[in-house]
């Protein structure tokens, strides 16, 4: 463990790979990186489903890669595995299941806090941590009897349930495409039409919807959820009500305010940290990558290049 750290990274996923990397190859050595989960990732292995695609230009936001890691349309685990290669290759120092609580400041250096009550110092932080570690949840009540069939992703679903899908971005799309080559899928969206999903997604919808492997429930939103004999019966505010084995609410992810605001960093009225060009957050030698920069969501090629456009800045300023 070194006395002070030229780079703090906090958290493991893209964003914060790419800036390991891209600060190894700019001769930055002295860098930690901390990740509270079990491996890197961990929103890609915690709420993508095997097989899912990942794709470079999320949404459709055409990203053109500037940093040194080569980022493609691919899988899950075939982004994964990348991902392995790179920290594997570049011998980046990394803290796993080490959740960073707080950041304080001293002097020309950071005090970071850990769940494990250890400290590190450093002298620039990067903050890139995912937005689906707290996915959105609906406002109203779900019976406790039920929660463990309410799910917000699909990692627990069984070949033959009856599913809900809520939803209308790529991952509520995904989910019920994928899900309805073994499951009867009903998918719940509070407008009638999907303005947020890619071409792609669209065009595999369509084709599930004329087929009738999906069931549409649009323009429509739930009001409440009961158990009914250990499954769940959805009430719709259309007064109809149905019963399935299982939910799976896909409706975003929140950045996690409650962190950022401890590390007294300034965020705008949809809870998003103010930075500037550089990515600079409101408190100096502080920068923020990755997803938790948009309000919903970014792409993965998007946070490499944070990462590739944080560490140039970092390395202009060290002495």
Same mark, same amino acid.
């Given at each position: 463990?070194?006395?002070?750290?030229?780079?703090?990274?906090?958290?493991?996923?893209?964003?914060?790979?790419?800036?390991? #990397?891209?600060?190894?190859?700019?001769?930055?050595?002295?860098?930690?990186?901390?990740?509270?989960?079990?491996?890197?990732?961990?929103?890609?292995?915690?709420?993508?489903?095997?097989?899912?695609?990942? !794709?470079?230009?999320?949404?459709?936001?055409?990203?053109?890669?500037?940093?040194?890691?080569?980022?493609?349309?691919?899988? +899950?685990?075939?982004?994964?595995?990348?991902?392995?290669?790179?920290?594997?290759?570049?011998?980046?120092?990394?803290?796993?299941?080490?959740? #960073?609580?707080?950041?304080?400041?001293?002097?020309?250096?950071?005090?970071?806090?850990?769940?494990?009550?250890?400290?590190?110092?450093?002298?620039?932080?990067?903050?890139?941590?995912?937005?689906?570690?707290?996915?959105?949840?609906?406002?109203?009540?779900?019976?406790?009897?039920?929660?463990?069939?309410?799910?917000?992703?699909?990692?627990?679903?069984?070949?033959?349930?009856?599913?809900?899908?809520?939803?209308?971005?790529?991952?509520?799309?995904?989910?019920?495409?994928?899900?309805?080559?073994?499951?009867?899928?009903?998918? =719940?969206?509070?407008? +009638?039409?999907?303005?947020?999903?890619?071409?792609?997604?669209?065009?595999?919808?369509?084709?599930?919807?004329?087929?009738? +492997?999906?069931?549409?429930?649009?323009?429509? !939103?739930?009001?409440?959820?009961?158990?009914?004999?250990?499954?769940?019966?959805?009430?719709?505010?259309?007064?109809?009500?149905?019963?399935?084995?299982?939910?799976?609410?896909?409706?975003?992810?929140?950045?996690? #305010?409650?962190?950022?605001?401890?590390?007294?960093?300034?965020?705008?009225?949809?809870? #998003?940290?103010?930075? !500037?060009? =550089?990515?600079?957050?409101?408190?100096?030698?502080?920068?923020?990558?990755?997803?938790?920069?948009?309000?919903?969501?970014?792409?993965?090629?998007?946070?490499?290049?944070?990462?590739?456009?944080?560490?140039?800045?970092?390395?202009?300023?060290?002495?």
């Amino acid at each position: 463990m070194k006395d002070i750290y030229e780079i703090a990274i906090i958290g493991g996923g893209p964003g914060g790979i790419a800036s390991a #990397v891209e600060s190894q190859l700019l001769g930055i050595k002295d860098v930690i990186l901390f990740e509270k989960g079990e491996g890197h990732s961990t929103t890609i292995r915690k709420f993508y489903k095997d097989k899912k695609r990942v !794709d470079k230009d999320y949404k459709g936001q055409k990203v053109e890669l500037n940093g040194n890691i080569y980022f493609c349309d691919g899988t +899950k685990e075939s982004t994964l595995d990348l991902f392995d290669k790179i920290i594997q290759e570049n011998g980046i120092e990394v803290q796993f299941q080490t959740e #960073v609580e707080s950041i304080t400041q001293q002097n020309d250096y950071f005090l970071i806090h850990t769940a494990k009550n250890t400290e590190f110092k450093a002298r620039f932080i990067i903050i890139s941590i995912g937005k689906m570690g707290q996915p959105n949840k609906p406002s109203y009540p779900i019976p406790a009897s039920i929660k463990n069939i309410v799910n917000f992703n699909a990692n627990s679903c069984i070949d033959g349930e009856n599913i809900l899908v809520v939803g209308g971005g790529n991952s509520a799309v995904e989910y019920a495409c994928v899900l309805s080559e073994t499951n009867p899928v009903t998918l =719940n969206y509070r407008r +009638k039409e999907f303005s947020r999903i890619n071409e792609t997604n669209q065009e595999n919808l369509i084709q599930c919807f004329e087929a009738g +492997k999906i069931t549409p429930k649009l323009g429509i !939103d739930i009001e409440s959820l009961e158990d009914e004999n250990g499954k769940v019966k959805v009430n719709f505010t259309d007064s109809t009500s149905l019963v399935f084995d299982r939910i799976i609410y896909a409706i975003g992810g929140m950045a996690p #305010v409650d962190f950022l605001r401890k590390c007294g960093i300034a965020l705008d009225s949809d809870g #998003v940290p103010v930075t !500037d060009d =550089n990515h600079q957050s409101s408190i100096d030698k502080i920068y923020i990558a990755g997803d938790i920069l948009y309000k919903n969501g970014g792409s993965i090629a998007a946070a490499l290049n944070h990462g590739f456009y944080i560490v140039q800045e970092i390395k202009k300023r060290l002495h």
